[in-house]
Each structure stands twice: as C-alpha cells, then as structure tokens.
C-alpha cells in the first residue's frame, strides 16, 4: 500500500503488491461510485507483475483515502491530474471503470500531456441515474446498494459463477457498497447524473482509449457510449460476453486479456 | 418504489453457484473427479499462483463442484464467499489457525458441541492458543474474558445440550469494542432458520454433515465470512494486514478487501494444512441444499408436534426447547428465530439412567447412534453411551443428567414418531 498526497489529504491506494518503479509506466485504476481499490485486485496484481507500476487508487473519502469528496466528475479529474503528479509521473495510462471512466475520460481531455491512454470499463457519455435509486441513496436507505446489485450485474452472474473459487459476487458488491461512509453513494450518483460533458471530452480525447463494455450491461447499455465512438479519434472495443456493468469484477480474466492486449499493442 | 430483483433463498438454494456446464450442458452440477487442472499456457499458469487470474490449480485448494457448493452455501448465509471443508470440525480450525497464532486467546461460550470443546479446552493450548468459557446468556462475563491477546469470540447459535441462546447482537458488539469478531455455529438452525450476519456476527460456520446435506451420507464442513469485519481497522490481526512472505509481501486486507480472511484461508489454510471437501461429498451435499428450506420447515413442524406430545407425558419430567414458556432463552428465540428453534432438543425422562436405557432400547423408528440433523429420526441418552464412564456428580458438572435424552427430530410423518415414542416411554416405566 502507498500513501499519497494530494492536496493536503491522504489518499491510499494499493499498487498490486509490488512497490512503484519510477523506471516503469504507471498504469492508476479508478474505481466507480461507492466502491473502492479492491474491485482492481486481480488486473493490479497482474500488471503490477509485468512491468507496470500500479496505483489502484481510494478516490478522495473512499476506501482509506481522506475526505472530502469531490462534487462532480470535472472535480475527481482534476484530483486525478494532481494524483498523477504526487506519485513522482508526468504521464500515466488510465483505466476508470463506470463512474471512474467518466472521471478518467474527463481527465484524459482536460489533462491531455498528463495521459498516455485511456480505458473506460462500462464507459459512457453521460450515466443517467433512476431517480428511485438516488432518492434511495440520499435517504441513506439501503435498498440502494440492492438494486445497485441487481443492475449492476448480469442476470447470469445473479446465480454466482464467481471466477474466484468460493466467493459469492452479489454478496460481495453489496458488502463493498455497505462499507462506505454515510452519503458517498448519494454523493457518487448525484456527481454521476449531473455530467454532461461527455460528448465534449470525447472530441478532446487525443489518447488511444479502448472501451470494455459487458453485454447485459444495463447501466451504460450500448448504446450510451454512441458520442465515445463518434467523438475519440482512436477507439478500441472490447465486448465481454455475459458480463454486466460490474464486468471488471464479474469476468476479470477477460479484462485482463483486453487491458493486456491494449496495452502491448500502443 | 423500485424494486431490487435479487434471486430468494429457495432459488438460491437449488441455482446459486452453477450454470449448466458448457461443453455438454449438463444441468446438475457435475463432479470434477480431478485432482488438478491444465494451465491455458505458462503465463497463465504464473498468473493463477500470484493470484493475479482465477482459477483452479489443485483440488486441495479448489475445485469446480466443492466452489459450486461453497458459493451457494455463501449466497444462503448472506456473507461474500465460503470454504468448504473435510469436516465442521476442520472449519472451525481453519478459522482459528487463520486468524491466530500462539499466544492469542478465544472467548468462547461454554455451551459446546463436544468435539469443539475438546478442540478448544484441551488441544489447542498445546499449540499455545487459550480458551476462556463463558455462560452464552452473560453478555458481561464475555465482556470481563476479553483480554488485549483475545483474537475471538465464540459460539453456537444454538447450545449444546440445552440450546442456550446468546443475546446475539449484544455479545457482537462487546466483541467489536474489543476489535474482535464474533463467530457463530450455526449448524443446528442452518440459514433457514438463522441468518447469523444479519445480527452482527462476522464469521459463522457449519457442520454440513447434518441438516444442510440432510441425508447422513457424508461429512464436511463450511465456513463463511460476512465481509464485514474491518480487519485494517482492528490492528490486531498480523495474519491479513502484515506482509506474507510466501506471495511476494502480499497484505491481503490491503488487496482483498471484503474477501481478505477467506482469500488467505484457502490459499494458505487449505493449501498447508489440508482438509478440503472432497469433490463426491461435495455432491452429495448439493442435493441436500436444494430442499434445505422445504426441509428445515418439516423439521420444525415435527418437533414443534412433539415436543407438544412430550409435554403431556407423565414420564417426561422437562423438556428444553427455546419456543417452551419456560425455556430461559424463549423470548430471545421469538426474536432471533422466530420460525424454529431447530429439530435438535433434549428431555428428561422419570427414573434416570436405568429408564433411559429401557426407553432408547424400545425405540424402533428413532435411530440410536450419535449424530444430528438427518433425514432420520435419532436419539441418543449420553449417560448410558457417550458419557457412560462418567459419575453422577461429573454428569451433573458437564450439565447432562442421567435422565437426559436427545432427540433429533427427522422428517417421517409425525403420527409414527409420536407412536414410537409413545410406547418407548411406557416401556421406560416398566
Ligand atoms: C453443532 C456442531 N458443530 C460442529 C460439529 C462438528 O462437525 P463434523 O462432525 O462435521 O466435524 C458437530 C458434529 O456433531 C455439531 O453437532
């Protein structure tokens, strides 16, 4: 684990367990709402061993990281130009993953010396969230973390079939969303819903990005990253079969090999 | 509102951890008789032994039908993930050896199965691991046993032989002032009855030997862990948040999360110490998970209707199940089970030892033999059988009587249960 600082707090995060190499290319996971570092665990493990050095960061008031959360994607992509900065890179490829690919893509365009690439796992322009599920969230109601795991997962990873011998993935999820702190989840959202930038960052992405997207994904369907393919000059695709929005942790071999792929051929 | 379309317990029970397979689309879950797994190429085989992809590498420490059985076991209890093992007693060390070392200290309450009383009172201070017991119903003597080396707190939701019932959510937060988790047995209620993480337990583990396989054909254990419990936070577990030398300095609560305690206990627990569920037993035990909840309600309703009988019978002279007014743990049970208190209960019978043996000799459907939680009827009186070496005074001390008798009640019909009873116990008076 690495403690970095930026602005004043301290963030943590996991580097895959094998210390940073400042000779090699540092590769930041970004998680999505609610969540946290260990829904990277097996792709920063992976990389960490094979010449990448690996910061799978706690967003701002996530995980182990010091508050205070940021208020709006535009926000976290600032902080993450600055989280780049602290662990010692000028340049680091980016994977975000739903929330986190927002924030990466918004990154990638405000920020286009600090980014080498960009991987947006359940990317979209703009991630509309049902008004029933923030009204959940900012009652602090925990039915929200439910019907995050109902949407969030492809309806043959309800039945389990977790890659991981022995875990149980709906279980899983929603102990993660359980963990965080009071009022991130509704914060995490609301951030989500009021993004409207995405088609505009698109066209300001100069970076080879590939977009990984799970089949049943019902949160980012298909279709909602249209302007990603319209407006990113270098797009990549990657369709996971079976998989829902959370295909990072649903189906992560098949990220590995993509994220993999990706990255030998820039 | 919306509505979160999350599968329920009677589907999880027949569906959850399998897909049909998919080279011939069998729908049972099939039974991997292998005892080790060709790698997809060398880099994939690196890979598995960082822990960096999943899978299966040796059947000591995975297998494609015991984790079919692990994860449902895992959806059934509401926690993030299970290990299936040889044996209840096996879960329990693995536990244990995965959370301490020599040195550290349990809390434990005093009302035990045998075997995890021998393991905790007699072998484990060999290894330098020490047990303090307290009565489950003194929320406080759990609270003064605590010591700063305390690495546990333990029980069973259900107390042997008098099915105690702990002020469940109290004693978990006197462990979590400490930084330490609770930790249940929950082989006697099984997931139908209790769900142990929704009370503040951490860990639980079951005997699946009994109601969870159901048919007595063969023996295993499980542990699950709800993911809840903050190991980072505690600071005093070395064994998730230190460096582990054999996987490159890993620090699993760092990397794992959620899933750090069970991601060491399989890849250290079953790897060094054994004791993996076999892959056949592991079938076997699946069948007894898809009727686990139309079974568990059969189970109830026979006992309920006999301990009813038993409680008009001038031969009994008490009879100790939690839903009984005069049980000390009834109310508790009306909250924490409220739809059955199990099918395991102990009775006294009118002239002791020698009305005991006559009673158990009568019986003709109700099996004598030691084990719970079967399909079958079962009965044992520990004062002439399991614990017949011992005096009257040493019976009174380990708090079985001489006119003690166990019932496990199975799944027959109930007019033949109560028949057979019935004139055991006239035969008791003869
Ligand atoms: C309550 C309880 N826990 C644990 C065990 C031990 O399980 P096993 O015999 O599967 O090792 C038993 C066995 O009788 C039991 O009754």
């Not at chain 2, 919306?2 to 397979?21: C, E, I, M, R």
Request: proline residues 5%; charged residues 20%; negative net charge.
């Amino acid at each position: 684990m690495t403690e970095l600082l930026v602005r004043g707090a301290r963030v943590s995060a996991s580097c895959g367990g094998r210390e940073p190499d400042p000779s090699l290319p540092l590769l930041v996971f970004v998680h999505g709402a609610a969540l946290d570092r260990t829904c990277w665990q097996l792709q920063s493990r992976y990389f960490a061993f094979r010449g990448f050095s690996v910061v799978a960061v706690d967003l701002p008031g996530h995980g182990r990281s010091e508050g205070p959360l940021c208020a709006s994607v535009e926000e976290y992509a600032d902080w993450l130009a600055e989280l780049v900065e602290a662990a010692g890179y000028h340049q680091a490829h980016l994977v975000g993953h739903s929330m986190g690919a927002l924030i990466t893509l918004e990154a990638a365009a405000r920020h286009p010396g600090r980014i080498s690439s960009l991987t947006l796992c359940g990317g979209a322009a703009a991630i509309p969230v049902h008004p029933g599920l923030l009204s959940a969230a900012q009652n602090g109601d925990d039915i929200a973390y439910r019907l995050m795991a109902s949407w969030g997962h492809s309806r043959r990873s309800h039945l389990g079939g977790h890659p991981t011998p022995g875990l149980w993935m709906m279980g899983g999820s929603i102990r993660l969303w359980e963990r965080t702190p009071p009022g991130v989840l509704a914060s995490d959202l609301a951030a989500c819903d009021r993004y409207r930038r995405g088609r505009e960052a698109a066209r300001q992405v100069g970076c080879p990005t590939l977009l990984i997207s799970g089949s049943q994904d019902i949160m980012t369907p298909n279709r909602s990253a249209n302007p990603l393919r319209n407006g990113i000059k270098t797009l990549a695709e990657v369709t996971i079969e079976d998989a829902g929005h959370i295909m990072i942790v649903e189906q992560p071999d098949r990220v590995i090999d993509a994220l993999d792929g990706f990255l030998t051929g820039l | 509102m919306v509505d979160p379309k999350l599968l329920n317990f009677d589907t999880l029970s027949v569906h959850a951890g399998q897909h049909p397979d998919t080279d011939h689309g069998a729908r049972a879950v099939p039974i991997y008789q292998t005892t080790s797994y060709v790698f997809r190429d060398v880099d994939h085989a690196a890979g598995l032994f960082n822990l960096e992809r999943q899978g299966h590498i040796y059947s000591r420490i995975s297998n494609p039908t015991v984790a079919a059985l692990e994860e449902r076991l895992a959806a059934l209890e509401g926690g993030v993930g299970a290990i299936a093992t040889s044996s209840g007693m096996s879960a329990l060390f693995l536990a244990i050896a995965t959370l301490m070392s020599a040195g550290d200290h349990i809390v434990s309450s005093s009302a035990l199965y045998g075997g995890a009383n021998n393991l905790l009172a007699t072998t484990l201070p060999r290894f330098g691991i020490t047990t303090t017991f307290v009565n489950p119903r003194d929320t406080d003597g759990f609270r003064a046993a605590i010591r700063p080396e305390t690495r546990l707190v333990y029980g069973e939701t259900l107390g042997n032989p008098g099915l105690e019932i702990m002020d469940v959510e109290a004693v978990s937060a006197v462990a979590h002032e400490s930084g330490v988790p609770l930790m249940l047995d929950n082989t006697f209620a099984t997931p139908v009855l209790f769900r142990p993480f929704e009370w503040g337990v951490d860990l639980s583990y079951h005997s699946i030997t009994k109601f969870i396989g159901g048919h007595g054909v063969a023996i295993g254990g499980a542990l699950v862990d709800s993911g809840r419990f903050d190991w980072t936070a505690s600071g005093k577990f070395p064994t998730l948040t230190e460096p582990y030398p054999s996987y490159h300095g890993l620090r699993f609560a760092e990397e794992f999360g959620t899933q750090a305690f069970l991601i060491r206990a399989r890849v250290e627990g079953l790897r060094d110490f054994g004791a993996p569920l076999a892959p056949q037993n592991a079938f076997y035990i699946l069948q007894g998970t898809e009727t686990l909840g139309i079974r568990m309600q059969r189970h109830v309703a026979n006992t309920r209707a006999i301990v009813e009988y038993l409680s008009g019978r001038e031969e009994v002279s008490w009879i100790s199940y939690p839903e009984l007014p005069d049980h000390p743990d009834h109310d508790r049970a009306a909250r924490l089970m409220p739809d059955g208190c199990g099918a395991i209960f102990a009775f006294g019978i009118k002239g002791g030892r020698q009305a005991g043996r006559k009673f158990i000799k009568k019986l003709k459907i109700f099996s004598h033999l030691a084990n719970v939680g079967d399909a079958k009827s079962l009965v044992i009186h520990p004062a002439s059988t399991t614990h017949a070496t011992m005096s009257s005074e040493q019976l009174e001390k380990a708090g079985i009587g001489e006119d003690l008798i166990r019932l496990s009640i199975g799944l027959e019909d109930p007019d033949d249960l109560i028949d057979d009873l019935s004139s055991a116990l006239r035969a008791s008076r003869k």
